[in-house]
Structures are given as C-alpha cells and as structure tokens.
C-alpha cells in the first residue's frame, strides 16, 4: 500500500513543480562560471535572488536563464566555492561572466560545535565534519551506517545482520569499564537519552538518514567539555537539511532496492560426517538416535531476503520562508526468517528570518512509526547444534517440527534439556514491537538592533516515544509446552525536555588586530520514563507469573556553560570552556568540567604565508576534564538512595499463623558520583595546493578516575553480592591520522581519496580501593558451555576484557587434550595457571576510501581494516569435543574444529581458542550514471548500483571477526565473544534518484 501511494505524490509533485516554472518574463540573462584557472564548474547554481528563477551550469560552464526587465540580484553558488552575489540591471539580453573563488578545501567551512557554529580554520579541538557529499552509498537503514569508516578514532560496528540493528560506536574507545561508552548524540540542538527504547533494537533507528545533512564528531575534552557529564565518550552532532533562501521549489525522490544474502556459517559436520563421528564414538543406545537426513539447519533458517528505502523531499523558499518537507518508507526483511523492520517517517523544517535577518527561526519537527518483528537469535545457536540426520518435519503434535521426545514422558513431552527445533523456534513465535517517537525543536536566535555584535538565542527541544509490543508462542510449540504457551506483552513510554538559553557575543577589535567570540548559557534537560508491566500469560490467559512493579523513573539535568574564542592576529587562538552540571543522579548535586585549548596558525605567519604549495598548517594543543554519569542501564536513576527487594518465598517470615514475604537491603553508595575523564590533546593540520591534499595528526591521553564499576560485598553480609560504586581508573592512550586529496582533476575526470588511521590502547591502572597486589581481577566474559564460566578478567596493568586462559601445549601442530604449561611451577595445573592472552580490542583502526568521477560517471568504494583484534570462538570449543554431541535421549551436532583437535573433553579454557581476527572489510562499491539536461536542464536523474559488504579477508575461522557487544553493564557479558551472532549479509542494491 505505501509504494503506490508515494507514487501518487511524486506524480502530483511533479505536476505542481512544472507548473510552478513558467514566468511572464522579457530578459535573457547568459555567460560563463569558471574556476581561478579559467576551468568551468558544472553543476553550479545561477539564480536570482528572491525569486524561482534559477539555472545549473553546463558541463561547458555555460548557462542561461530569463528574468524581467530592471535590477535585481544574481547568485552563484557551489559546494567547495565561496558564493558570489552580484547585482545587475537587465535590459533585453544580458552577458555575464563569473569567477568563483576555492573554499580553500573546506577551511571556511562552518563547523557546528557545541551550542554554536564556528570557521573550520578556527578550531582548537579535535572535530571532524563529515557532510552528505561523503557519505556512504547504498541501503543505508540507521544514520550511523553513513559514516562507518570515514573517521580516524570513531569506530562504528554492526552489532548484527538483524534488520535496523543496533551499532557498537565508540570515539578513541571509550573511557569506561561497566558504565556506558556510548557517545552523547545531538540532534538539530536536542541531547538523546541513551536509555533503551523497548520495541526497536537501535535507539537512532527513528531518524531518516536520507534527511541527515551533516556529522560534527566532537573527540577531545576541549571541544566536548561544553556537554560536561556526559562528553567523556565524545560527541556526534547530527544536523539534518534544511531549505535555502532564495531558492525556487525542489523535489527530489530516491528509491534503493536491495537483496540481501545470508554470508558465511558456523562451521559443523554435515549429516554425513555427524554419522560417522557418531558410529566411531558413541554407544549402540546413541547411535540408535540417529537419523537418514541430510539437514543443513543453517541453510533452513536463512533465506535471500528483499528490502526496499523511498524517501520524498521537497525544499525551497516562499518569500522569506525557506522550507523542507520530507516523508519515507523503508522496509527490510531479515536473512534471518521471520525477521523484519517498517519505518514510515516524515520530517518538516522552517526557517523563517525577520527583521532584516536580525530574528532567525529553525523549526525541526521529525516523527517516526518503527514496526519490528523480532526473529528468536537463540535459534542461530540452536541450529549449528541441532542434529543434522534429522528431518525438519515429521507429524507430531509440535506443530510438525521434528523434536527429541522425552522417553520417560506417558504422554510423550518433549525431552526438557534437548536442543529445540530452530525453525520452530522461529516460525512458531511472534514477537512484534511497534515504536512511535518524535523529536523536535524551535530555536530562536535573535541578533539585537541597537547592538548586533550581541545575540540571544532560546532552543526549546522534545524527545518523546510510546513503545508496545508482544510476544507469543502457542501452546503446542515444543519450548513452551509444559507452560501451555507464551503470551507477554511490555509497553514503555518516555517523555524528554529541553530548555537552551545562551548569549553569544562577538566582536572584531580592529585596534589590536583580535577577534573575541564569548557564549554562556543554561541548560535544563528532563528524562522521564514509566513502564507497566504485565502479567506472563500461557494461551489460555492463565497467569503464569503475576506482573511486577510498575516502573516510572525521572532524571533532571541543570547545567550552566560557558566558552570564551579569542583570536589574536589570524593566527593565534584561544578557547576556554566550564560547565557546570546538577545531576539529581547524585547526592552531591554539582560538578564543575573546564576545558582550555590554544592553537596557533603557523602557515599565517610571515615567513610562511606567501607560501605557494603550504596552504594550510595549524598546531593544536588543549587539555580538558569530562563527566560519565550514564550507568548503562545497571541500576535506577536514584544509585545513592537505600533500596529494598522483595525476598524469596522461602525467606518468609511468620506472624503467628500468616507467613510474609520479607524485604531484602540492597547495597548502595550514598555518595556515589560521575567519572571524570582528563583528556590532554596534541594535534596538527595540514594543507597543500590549496588544500588538494590535507590532513591531521592527533595523540591524545586520556585518564578516567573513580569509574562506576560494580564490585563483590564482601561475604556474609546481609546484601547482594554486586555493588555498583565509583572505583577504578583506567588510562588510554591514542594516536590520529588522516589523509584526504585529489590526487587528478581535470575537466573531465577527478580522483578524490581519503584514508584514515586509528592507535588506541586502553589500560586498567587501579581496580580496588585498598590496594592488594594479589587481586587477580574481576572476571566477565560470560560464555555458553559449562555453567557460571567466564572466560575474561579485568585487572591492573592489562586492558579491558583480556582473555583468561591456559596456555596450551601442541604436539607437531596439534593441541594435546588438558596438557597446559605450568606457568606458576608448582607442578600442578591449577586455576592459578590461567594467564591474560590478547584482548577484543584492535590495536589499529584503518579506514580507505575513494571517488572517481570520469564525465557522467562516478565509481566509489568504502572500506575498512581492523588489525590486533582477537575472538574467542565459543561455537569451536562448545562443540569442540567428541563428549558434546551424545547426551541421554539426544545427540547435538559438534563444530568441524573436532576433526582437528580429537578431544574427548571440553577444553574451554584452551588459548587454542583465541584467534586473531584481523581484517580488511569492503563495506560498499558503488557505481552510477547521472543523466542531464532533461526537461531543459530543469530535471536531475541519477541511477547507481551498490555492492555492500563485498569482501572480508581474515584469518578468523569463525562466521565473522567482527562482533558487537549489546549487553556490556550490568550482565558483564564481555568483548569478542563469538556466540549466537547473526551474520551481516551481502546487500545488492538499485538506486534511482529525482532531483527537479
């Protein structure tokens, strides 16, 4: 129903568009636009200011356009070129030349910063902007996606192939160990809550990212410290597009259609090899088990899925009104069956200016209806298990889906701890989510009459949402049978605020050659979420588990912030910020975040600045203190507040002959507090040819003390065993390197290149509050074989989630079964044997990028490499053993690394297991044809064909070396544990793109 309906409003649109173009008009205006060296710029825009009127220039650099009769304006404008306004006096035919001047490769660029906008040449942080012209190509689903690999120091991975799933992001990675390191995300001036959404999988998954203009990404403490508590993980501000002044009404459609197929799969024996492992090893009673299938359980759960992103926009002025109106649909269906995602979106943004351009008004108002069907992920674990003799269906009373029965059972149940039927784990459960959020503001930025230097500007912001969805299987399924059935519903609602006041004062002091730029504000942002809850139900509607506590939270932030630019002969810079932040997460309410940055200008000075291949050269040095107060989802809002727990029933206590559930204490840090993060920044820009090839280069340290970390209670105390509490420092160090250039230009071919490298080490530096130089560390990393095992440890002078293992002894290649080196000598292999191998974490980030354009064609590709990054592969040692496949009543398949290794046992504290997951991944090639001088030259037709994630090379033997992490808090699940992932696909993509 949605295509044919967006249909319909492109076909009026059109109309409406076409009939907007015809003028009662006498003159003829004509000419040429040309570069500095007398080259032409096609594709630029010639109108006449205040009207509809306009052209885009030929490949030839010619264009024409009528106009009536008197004076008026002309404008040319292009992205890279300064604008030129021109004003002129038309009498009949009229010939006009223009020279556009280079944008010196973006260093007059306006950069959005914190609670402002600045030149890109007169930054002293570490930001990076990445505008629409780079983003990446093809079925781009979550706004993320658009800037994977385009930025030193900001890695972006797909936490799995799920439809809109969420993203690992992390800038210079992170700066904590159980609280959240995800970076603070500004929308058009509104902070998001990190909090999760219930119904959707990726929080951002509401913005359009066809309506997203540009990214500011925000690294260092002296460009983040203006957000205060919440900037020690960076900063990425999102702006989305906007009408012009000026401009005449432009519509522009696009559609991208994709398939997607399933790539790669957990290595296990197939039917065959299962049966003669089986025959070699197992007793007659198991071998009686076996089956004359032949099932690729995997292959049954994936299927070449088809998605489909249309989006419509309409932009322009009415008088001095400029406007956009956008609407999309977007529909993906998962490789994974039964999976999907619908978005419908719309967005509308306003910028009127009044008074003589004194009162400027953005109104951006955005809303989106996510509908998700959620595909059981279990199943991908249960599949590679699943017995592969086996046939998928047979006639049962489970629905017809093979399943071990219970020998014991009179009435023939299922058989409890056997592996459950994957399609069935699919096909028999429906598990949808709908989502509807909206996001907006209204900004008012006022520049006083008597005193224009001097601006007020009020931004008042919401971010709301209503989440509901439900979850059922039917009675008859085999993983709920002796339940009768799973019928639970969840709703969630959220309602967020935003109050920005600041002035900003800037003046030009001429006398001694300086340039003052000072802003202070308030800031007032309110949180608040409520969750009912509901009882689990079987098909029949009996209650299975009464409903809990209903659950309504508020977290309110009140911040005052200041920031003071000071610029000294065009070339020395100064930049001082403070925040102060009241949290009422804290006890202690207020916290003070200062940052100072200074950078100097070198290619402005004298013995340099006539310099004809040096164009640009700036030395950045800041230092800067931020805050961490966002738990991850470890506990309530109130962490310094005493909390009781309902107790067990079977820690009743009796008044005479009634029984009461008793309350149970949970411990609490009255005075906990925010991290706080010092970060010292080093950092040097770089130009040549005119900016042809630039660049920068940043190291940076950063120190995180009192992390919120969650810490065993001490034994025989009358509280839980985890305390969440400030303990902790961890320190990381880091080295930035980007290159961008356009190696060829000419008239009809170009060649732009960008490439980008990332060094980051983190290291713990104190976990106890009482030093102990015994502590081995907290161990995480929770993986599936055995009960309880971990298989990573946090501890001092190692980085974050190393591996904990034996170290394995091999004979001729091959690891012998439980023979480990004695690595303390004291002739026993014992847990105290165990030591930290490698971690998840890469070492070097790399990211490559190109863009060839040759006439009408444009061919690009995107990718990225990883280096040092290692994986524990918990498919190979869950199923790595002959032991793992024969079990009473069933048997379960075994990974292919058995052939190899011939254990009998379990060995999964084996380093045997730890790969190196290097890689170099090609995240999207596409190729595309733009067709001109349709309709006159009044319609823009572009056609591409894309290719996402073509190619991986590694040596990881598992589905995938690149792995997300969804629960790292409270769960302590870990880092670069390979286990149940959902592959990514490999999307083929058609695009086609209006512009009239």
């Known amino acids: 129903m949605q295509k044919p309906r967006l249909l319909k409003y492109v076909v009026l649109l059109c109309c409406m568009a076409f009939s907007l173009i015809t003028y009662a008009q006498t003159?003829?205006?004509?000419?040429?636009?040309?570069?500095?060296?007398?080259?032409?710029?096609?594709?630029?825009?010639?109108?006449?200011k205040g009207t509809n009127q306009n052209a885009i220039v030929a490949p030839d650099g010619s264009?024409?356009?009528?106009?009536?009769?008197?004076?008026?304006?002309?404008?040319?404008?292009?992205?890279?070129?300064?604008?030129?306004?021109?004003?002129i006096n038309v009498n009949g035919i009229l010939q006009q030349e223009f020279q556009l001047t280079a944008d010196t490769?973006?260093?007059?660029?306006?950069?959005?910063?914190?609670?402002?906008?600045?030149?890109?040449?007169?930054?002293?942080?570490?930001?990076?902007?990445?505008?629409?012209?780079?983003?990446?190509?093809?079925?781009?689903?979550?706004?993320?996606?658009?800037?994977?690999?385009?930025?030193?120091?900001?890695?972006?991975?797909?936490?799995?192939?799920?439809?809109?799933?969420?993203?690992?992001?992390?800038?210079?990675?992170?700066?904590?160990?159980?609280?959240?390191?995800?970076?603070?995300?500004?929308?058009?001036?509104?902070?998001?809550?990190?909090?999760?959404?219930?119904?959707?999988?990726?929080?951002?998954?509401?913005?359009?990212?066809?309506?997203?203009?540009?990214?500011?990404?925000?690294?260092?403490?002296?460009?983040?410290?203006?957000?205060?508590?919440?900037?020690?993980?960076?900063?990425?501000?999102?702006?989305?597009?906007?009408?012009?002044?000026?401009?005449?009404?432009?519509?522009?459609?696009?559609?991208?259609?994709?398939?997607?197929?399933?790539?790669?799969?957990?290595?296990?024996?197939?039917?065959?090899?299962?049966?003669?492992?089986?025959?070699?090893?197992?007793?007659?009673?198991?071998?009686?088990?076996?089956?004359?299938?032949?099932?690729?359980?995997?292959?049954?759960?994936?299927?070449?899925?088809?998605?489909?992103?249309?989006?419509?926009?309409?932009?322009?002025?009415?008088?001095?009104?400029?406007?956009?109106?956008?609407?999309?649909?977007?529909?993906?269906?998962?490789?994974?069956?039964?999976?999907?995602?619908?978005?419908?979106?719309?967005?509308?943004?306003?910028?009127?200016?009044?008074?003589?351009?004194?009162?400027?008004?953005?109104?951006?108002?955005?809303?989106?209806?996510?509908n998700s069907r959620f595909a059981d992920q279990d199943a991908i674990n249960a599949a590679a298990q699943f017995d592969p003799t086996q046939p998928i269906h047979v006639n049962n009373k489970f629905?017809?889906?093979?399943?071990?029965?219970?020998?014991?059972?009179?009435?023939?149940?299922?058989?409890?701890?056997?592996?459950?039927?994957?399609?069935?784990?699919?096909?028999?459960?429906?598990?949808?989510?709908?989502?509807?959020?909206?996001?907006?503001?209204?900004?008012?930025?006022?520049?006083?009459?008597?005193?224009p230097e001097l601006r007020a500007n009020l931004n008042l912001g919401y971010d709301v949402s209503k989440s509901e969805g439900r979850n059922v299987i039917p009675a008859y399924a085999a993983n709920v049978f002796n339940r009768g059935?799973?019928?639970?519903?969840?709703?969630?609602?959220?309602?967020?605020?935003?109050?920005?006041?600041?002035?900003?004062?800037?003046?030009?002091?001429?006398?001694?050659?300086?340039?003052?730029?000072?802003?202070?504000?308030?800031?007032?942002?309110?949180?608040?979420?409520?969750?009912?809850?509901?009882p689990d139900l079987n098909e029949k509607g009996d209650t299975i588990n009464a409903p809990g506590v209903p659950f309504k939270t508020q977290n309110t932030?009140?911040?005052?912030?200041?920031?003071?630019?000071?610029?000294?002969?065009?070339?020395?810079?100064l930049t001082v910020t403070v925040r102060r932040d009241g949290s009422s997460r804290f006890r202690e309410h207020w916290g003070t975040f200062p940052s100072a940055a200074l950078a100097w200008r070198i290619n402005q000075e004298s013995f340099l600045k006539n310099a004809k291949v040096l164009s640009d050269l700036k030395l950045r040095i800041g230092y800067g203190e931020t805050g961490q107060q966002d738990f991850g989802g470890l506990l309530t809002d109130y962490p310094y507040l005493p909390r009781y727990t309902i107790g067990d029933p079977t820690a009743q206590y009796q008044f005479g002959s009634q029984y009461y559930l008793t309350l149970r204490p949970e411990g609490y840090d009255a005075n906990i507090k925010w991290e706080e993060t010092k970060t010292y920044n080093v950092g040097l820009d770089f130009g040549f040819l005119n900016n042809r090839i630039n660049g920068s280069v940043d190291y940076y340290i950063k120190r995180t003390k009192d992390l919120l970390s969650v810490i065993p209670v001490a034994a025989g105390s009358n509280l839980t065993n985890q305390l969440l509490t400030n303990v902790g420092n961890i320190e990381a160090r880091g080295f930035e390197f980007t290159l961008n250039a356009t190696p060829v230009q000419t008239k009809n071919f170009s060649w732009d290149a960008g490439f980008n490298f990332t060094y980051n080490h983190v290291e713990i530096t104190n976990l106890t509050k009482v030093q102990d130089p015994k502590a081995q560390g907290i161990p995480v990393g929770?993986?599936?074989?055995?009960?309880?095992?971990?298989?990573?440890?946090?501890?001092?002078?190692?980085?974050?989630?190393?591996?904990?293992?034996?170290?394995?002894?091999?004979?001729?290649?091959?690891?012998?079964?439980?023979?480990?080196?004695?690595?303390?000598?004291?002739?026993?292999?014992?847990?105290?044997?165990?030591?930290?191998?490698?971690?998840p974490q890469p070492k070097f980030l790399m990211g490559f990028n190109s863009q060839f354009a040759y006439m009408d064609w444009t061919l690009g590709f995107s990718m990225r490499g990883?280096?040092?990054?290692?994986?524990?592969?918990?498919?190979?040692?869950?199923?790595?053993?002959?032991?793992?496949?024969?079990?009473?009543?069933?048997?379960?398949?075994?990974?292919?690394?058995?052939?190899?290794?011939?254990?009998?046992?379990?060995?999964?504290?084996?380093?045997?297991?730890?790969?190196?997951?290097?890689?170099?991944?090609?995240?999207?090639?596409?190729?595309?044809?733009?067709?001109?001088?349709?309709?006159?030259?009044?319609?823009?037709?572009?056609?591409?064909?894309?290719?996402?994630?073509?190619?991986?090379i590694t040596g990881y033997g598992g589905l995938d070396p690149e792995l997300g992490n969804d629960k790292v808090g409270a769960n302590l699940v870990g880092e670069g544990i390979d286990n149940k992932f959902y592959p990514r696909p490999r999307v083929y993509s058609l695009g086609l793109n209006l512009d009239f």
């Open 27 to 48: 003159g003829t205006i004509s000419g040429k636009v040309t570069d500095e060296t007398g080259q032409p710029i096609p594709g630029a825009a010639v109108y006449i």
């Open 63 to 87: 264009f024409r356009l009528t106009a009536n009769n008197g004076p008026l304006t002309i404008v040319v404008r292009m992205i890279g070129y300064q604008p030129i306004e021109r004003d």
């Open 105 to 370: 490769k973006g260093l007059n660029e306006v950069v959005v910063v914190g609670y402002g906008t600045q030149k890109k040449s007169d930054l002293t942080g570490s930001i990076t902007a990445v505008s629409s012209k780079d983003f990446n190509k093809g079925p781009i689903t979550t706004p993320e996606q658009l800037i994977m690999g385009k930025v030193a120091g900001l890695q972006i991975s797909s936490n799995s192939g799920a439809p809109g799933a969420n993203s690992r992001i992390r800038i210079r990675g992170g700066a904590s160990l159980n609280a959240s390191n995800d970076p603070l995300i500004v929308v058009d001036g509104v902070p998001l809550d990190n909090a999760e959404v219930k119904g959707t999988s990726n929080p951002l998954s509401f913005i359009n990212p066809n309506d997203i203009e540009s990214f500011n990404i925000l690294k260092d403490a002296s460009a983040t410290a203006i957000y205060g508590s919440r900037a020690s993980n960076g900063v990425i501000i999102i702006t989305t597009k906007k009408g012009k002044a000026g401009d005449q009404l432009r519509v522009n459609f696009s559609t991208v259609n994709s398939l997607y197929k399933r790539e790669g799969i957990v290595p296990v024996l197939t039917g065959d090899q299962f049966r003669q492992v089986v025959k070699e090893h197992a007793n007659a009673a198991q071998q009686q088990l076996l089956g004359t299938a032949n099932t690729n359980w995997q292959d049954a759960l994936y299927r070449t899925a088809f998605g489909t992103d249309n989006n419509l926009g309409l932009s322009g002025s009415f008088k001095s009104l400029p406007y956009r109106v956008s609407i999309g649909f977007t529909k993906q269906d998962g490789t994974l069956k039964t999976g999907s995602l619908r978005r419908q979106s719309a967005g509308i943004n306003l910028s009127p200016r009044l008074f003589d351009d004194h009162l400027r008004i953005d109104v951006n108002v955005r809303g989106a209806i996510t």
């Open 399 to 451: 629905g017809n889906y093979f399943e071990w029965i219970d020998p014991t059972s009179p009435d023939g149940a299922p058989y409890t701890l056997a592996t459950r039927n994957p399609l069935s784990m699919l096909e028999l459960r429906t598990d949808k989510g709908e989502v509807k959020r909206s996001l907006g503001n209204i900004q008012f930025d006022y520049k006083f009459h008597f005193l």
């Open 485 to 534: 059935g799973t019928d639970k519903a969840y709703s969630q609602t959220r309602n967020n605020k935003l109050l920005d006041f600041y002035l900003n004062y800037t003046k030009d002091l001429k006398g001694i050659s300086s340039r003052i730029d000072a802003t202070a504000g308030y800031s007032y942002q309110d949180f608040i979420r409520s969750e009912p809850t509901y």
């Open 557 to 573: 932030l009140v911040s005052f912030f200041g920031r003071l630019n000071y610029t000294l002969l065009d070339r020395y810079l």
């Open 782 to 839: 929770t993986i599936a074989g055995g009960v309880g095992n971990t298989i990573q440890i946090h501890t001092v002078g190692y980085s974050p989630f190393s591996f904990y293992v034996y170290k394995q002894i091999y004979k001729d290649g091959t690891p012998l079964e439980g023979q480990y080196e004695d690595l303390n000598g004291d002739g026993a292999i014992t847990p105290d044997d165990r030591y930290r191998y490698k971690s």
């Open 866 to 952: 990883s280096i040092g990054n290692y994986v524990y592969n918990n498919p190979a040692s869950n199923g790595g053993a002959y032991r793992d496949f024969s079990f009473p009543n069933y048997l379960s398949n075994v990974s292919t690394s058995i052939l190899d290794t011939k254990f009998q046992n379990s060995q999964y504290f084996s380093d045997y297991y730890i790969e190196n997951a290097s890689f170099l991944r090609m995240d999207n090639i596409s190729l595309g044809y733009n067709f001109k001088h349709l309709f006159r030259d009044k319609v823009r037709l572009r056609v591409s064909a894309t290719v996402q994630n073509a190619f991986v």
